[in-house]
């Protein structure tokens, strides 16, 4: 089992958790959506586990937590946080995180995340998810950050990788040098999503397999799919848009069975959040996303015996 997937004790140390203990290792999942609700509890057939952005759920009760109580019943469920701003110059919002805990103590997560971005500016919240330049003072800023939030939840987080649209000229390290950095300091894990890194290698004109064969792939906890946009720059290039708004593409799934293959089967999760389609269209691509896993943990079964691992 990778060593990012824990069973949570809660803040009080009971022995007795709220909800059972679904393992989520070698699954695919799916994005959580409330539309979607009565047709994934009426489907009879298996269904790994869902995630949820914490910010939705930050409220005092009612239907959204009411629904969240139903799903992580019977599934796993993988905590995403969009909001807490690790990239940033700011402290982290202590509020914030206050909240974010009393989730993870409620709903016992099999994996927590967040994102290597930042999104507020004093008292201005923006509805993106900035990049940040690559450098030591960077690094040391964002590493503080991640071990304020570990020490806060009681567990290592899992860190995701950016989709970018522009570059630093003061960036003295590369994406992948920096993310390095960060889990060997912290000691957290990492979300690996590959659309946003079919993404940036487009848009940035460098080779996404390049980035993939230097990235720490065996830190990795889980894995992003996603479908993205395309559109032009000003000067008529082609510019890929992260927009979660369509099947995840040929170039990412390809780019995804190389990543299986190479580190095995590790819980995917397929991100739909614009123009959501119905219930079957979303699950179809979480089982797409099953079958390479399955076909990646009969192949590597084997090859680890034999090995004596």
């Known amino acids: 089992m990778n060593q990012y997937v824990a069973r949570p004790q809660s803040s009080a140390g009971r022995a007795t958790l709220r909800f059972?203990?679904?393992?989520?290792?070698?699954?695919?999942?799916?994005?959580?959506?409330?539309?979607?609700?009565?047709?994934?509890?009426?489907?009879?057939?298996?269904?790994?586990?869902?995630?949820?952005?914490?910010?939705n759920y930050m409220g005092a009760g009612g239907p959204p937590h009411d629904a969240l109580t139903r799903i992580r019943r019977d599934h796993p469920v993988s905590l995403h946080g969009v909001c807490m701003s690790i990239g940033g110059p700011q402290p982290i919002d202590?509020?914030?995180?206050?909240?974010?805990?009393?989730?993870?103590d409620i709903y016992e997560p099999a994996l927590v995340s967040e994102h290597l971005a930042w999104s507020t500016h004093r008292t201005t919240y923006f509805n993106d998810l900035l990049p940040l330049p690559y450098?030591?003072?960077?690094?040391?800023?964002?590493?503080?950050?991640?071990?304020?939030?570990?020490?806060?939840?009681?567990?290592?987080?899992?860190?995701?990788?950016?989709?970018?649209?522009?570059?630093?000229p003061e960036s003295s390290m590369s994406e992948t040098e920096f993310i390095r950095?960060?889990?060997?300091?912290?000691?957290?894990?990492?979300?690996?999503?590959?659309?946003?890194?079919?993404?940036?290698?487009t848009n940035h004109d460098y080779s996404a397999m390049e980035y993939l064969?230097?990235?720490?792939l065996g830190q990795v906890g889980e894995i992003h799919l996603a479908g993205h946009a395309e559109q032009e720059d000003d000067d008529?290039?082609?510019?890929?848009?992260?927009?979660?708004d369509a099947p995840v593409s040929d170039a990412v799934w390809k780019l995804y069975e190389i990543v299986i293959g190479r580190c095995g089967p590790i819980p995917t999760l397929i991100e739909w959040d614009s123009d959501i389609p119905v219930w079957?269209?979303?699950?179809?691509?979480?089982?797409a996303a099953q079958a390479i896993l399955d076909r990646c943990a009969n192949r590597t079964v084997p090859e680890k015996s034999n090995a004596g691992h």
Request: charged content about 20%.
């Open 181 to 201: 950095g960060l889990a060997r300091r912290t000691g957290c894990g990492l979300l690996l999503d590959i659309n946003n890194v079919f993404v940036s290698a």
């Open 280 to 287: 079957p269209v979303l699950k179809a691509e979480a089982t």
């Open 135 to 168: 450098t030591q003072a960077t690094l040391d800023r964002v590493a503080d950050h991640i071990d304020e939030v570990q020490e806060a939840i009681g567990r290592p987080i899992l860190l995701e990788n950016p989709s970018t649209y522009v570059i630093f």
């Open 236 to 244: 008529g290039a082609l510019l890929l848009i992260d927009s979660h």
């Open 20 to 55: 059972p203990a679904h393992p989520i290792a070698g699954l695919a999942g799916a994005s959580f959506k409330h539309e979607h609700l009565s047709a994934i509890l009426a489907d009879e057939g298996q269904m790994g586990f869902f995630e949820v952005h914490a910010e």
């Open 94 to 104: 202590m509020a914030h995180l206050a909240r974010f805990k009393r989730l993870i």
């Open 213 to 216: 064969s230097d990235y720490p």
